[in-house]
């Protein structure tokens, strides 16, 4: 029953051919691969874009943690903002930085050279409300060709930091 069985799948298929691929399924593949090379090299070349999207990541973490700081603490966190770093102090114009509790690294972060921010101060109570109690826009702006601007917004009664 074996064979017959083998016969069969032999008619369905044609005629039975050694493993391997033909020359031209080679060539198609190689192509294909080619064109995929070329489309999406570029993305990874240019690594600006990746930078800034990498600096918004840390930007917002920097201000949710200096949020949880604040409340675990029960006292008011600074955030400083500059026009390429922020920062999260103990201390108004945050002289003294939130050290992080893993890495033991204090808690700022450093924008890619072509990212500006909107400077701005202002600080988390400790029930981790804004001070002044106004929501907080922090605005992203990058020179980098097809990088959207972003922003952080700190709403002002819950203290909740989004996009």
């Known amino acids: 029953m074996t064979a017959g069985f083998g016969n069969q799948v032999i008619g369905l298929l044609?005629?039975?051919?050694?493993?391997g691929f033909t020359l031209v399924e080679l060539v198609v593949i190689i192509a294909i691969l080619g064109l995929m090379a070329a489309v999406i090299g570029p993305r990874f070349v240019g690594r600006d874009a990746f930078a800034?999207?990498?600096?918004?990541?840390?930007?917002?973490?920097?201000?949710?943690?200096?949020q949880k700081v604040a409340i675990a603490w029960r006292r008011p966190v600074f955030v400083c903002i500059t026009a390429n770093v922020v920062s999260a102090g103990t201390v108004s114009g945050c002289g003294t930085l939130v050290v992080h509790p893993l890495t033991g690294n204090p808690l700022t972060t450093t924008a890619p050279s072509s990212v500006t921010l909107t400077p701005a101060s202002f600080s988390f109570d400790g029930g981790g409300r804004p001070s002044p109690n106004a929501q907080v826009t922090i605005a992203f702006t990058s020179g980098i060709a097809g990088d959207p601007a972003r922003q952080i917004v700190v709403e002002a009664e819950t203290g909740y930091v989004h996009p």
């Open 52 to 66: 800034s999207r990498g600096f918004y990541d840390e930007a917002q973490s920097v201000v949710r943690y200096a």
């Open 14 to 19: 044609g005629t039975a051919r050694g493993r």
